[in-house]
């Protein structure tokens, strides 16, 4: 199976602080730095090293070499990615010191995404491929509706989550992989309870597989038969930046390579929990070489327990 992601490439200009600014109030940042980011990107390469074949579409502007040349570095398709005149996207990020951000984005190139450039990606996948989609571009409810039609598996990450979702025909997505804040929205609920969130989701769109995270309070997976939660795994957090990607693309590579959705999202949680131990977004996803040899020692010391 094949992966395409149809997603965002941002420039991540990232800086440390003491506190998240309050309205009226200018804070002295303590460090800075530049990353390649974007959910789209994030997600690809986590796919990529997570073992998928995975194709990246989208836009960049004349300052795009470098999300280029990172999504290259991973084991990324780039040959569909396409240059315009519009600047690249790029996210303004707060991280503070127990490694919580907030994400300021501006769109850039990646709302430059035309329906007829969209069409020309999937004349290369067939039936049985798989689609990934994040709310970071233009025109997804056109690339749902296509992609169902040529017989790919549709997966949508509503990430951010906004008003113009309500327009898209969701009835199309195979897998919605969101977190209790966009759950939540989707599903038009209050309530703060995972499991009642999930079947207000499953209410709305029965024939959809869901994986909804929480955090550090785990995750959990619901298709039609059946429901299930996995915990995290431990880690000295440093930033959260990129672990909700970072968990999407090694779920999405399990699945895409054939292991069960219990094997899919025990590996998306310990890399998701490696990634938070580290830096950056793109940077600190790790491999799979490392995420088989640490789960395969987890799995040893719980058999060593019991």
């Known amino acids: 199976m094949k992966v395409l992601n149809l997603g965002s490439l941002n420039i991540d200009k990232t800086y440390t602080v003491d506190h ?7 804070i002295q940042a303590t460090t800075y730095a530049e990353f390649c980011g974007g959910k789209g990107l994030n997600q690809s390469i986590a796919l990529a090293k997570a073992g998928a074949e995975v194709f990246h579409a989208g836009c960049v502007g004349q300052d795009g070499a470098a999300l280029i040349e990172t999504l290259e570095s991973a084991g990324v398709k780039t040959e569909l990615i396409r240059t315009n005149h519009e600047p690249s996207g790029h996210a303004v990020i707060q991280v503070n010191h127990s490694g919580q951000n907030k994400i300021m984005i501006f769109g850039g190139a990646n709302t430059h995404i035309p329906p007829g450039y969209i069409d020309q990606v ?9 689609l990934l989609l994040q709310n970071e571009i233009s025109n997804v409810s056109y690339a749902i509706e296509q992609a169902k039609e040529k017989g790919l598996t549709v997966v949508f990450n509503p990430s ?3 008003s113009s979702i309500t327009h898209y025909n ?33 209410k709305k769109y029965p024939n959809s597989v869901f994986v909804l995270t929480l955090g550090d309070k785990g995750s959990y997976y619901a298709d039609e038969t059946t429901v299930f939660y996995q915990e995290i795994f431990p880690s000295d957090v440093i930033d959260t930046t990129g672990a ?11 699945i895409a390579r054939g292991r069960s959705a219990r094997e899919a999202m025990r590996y998306a949680s310990l890399a998701s929990s490696l990634s ?19 789960l395969a020692q987890k799995e040893k010391e719980l058999q060593m327990v019991h």
Do not use: W
Not at 122 to 130: I, K, T, Y
Not at 276 to 294: L, N, Q, W, Y
């Open 20 to 26: 998240f600014a309050e309205a009226g109030e200018t």
């Open 276 to 294: 938070v131990s580290r830096p950056g977004a793109s940077p600190s996803i790790p491999d799979e070489e490392e995420v088989c040899r640490i």
């Open 122 to 130: 999937l004349e290369h996948f067939h039936r049985g491929d798989m």
């Open 160 to 162: 951010p989550i906004s």
């Open 244 to 254: 909700g990607d970072t968990f999407t693309g090694y779920f999405l590579a399990g």
């Open 170 to 202: 969701l009835s199309k997505t195979d897998y919605f992989i969101l977190n209790e804040v966009e759950g939540r929205k989707l599903a038009g609920t209050c309530t703060e309870d995972a499991r009642e969130i999930l079947l207000e989701l499953q």
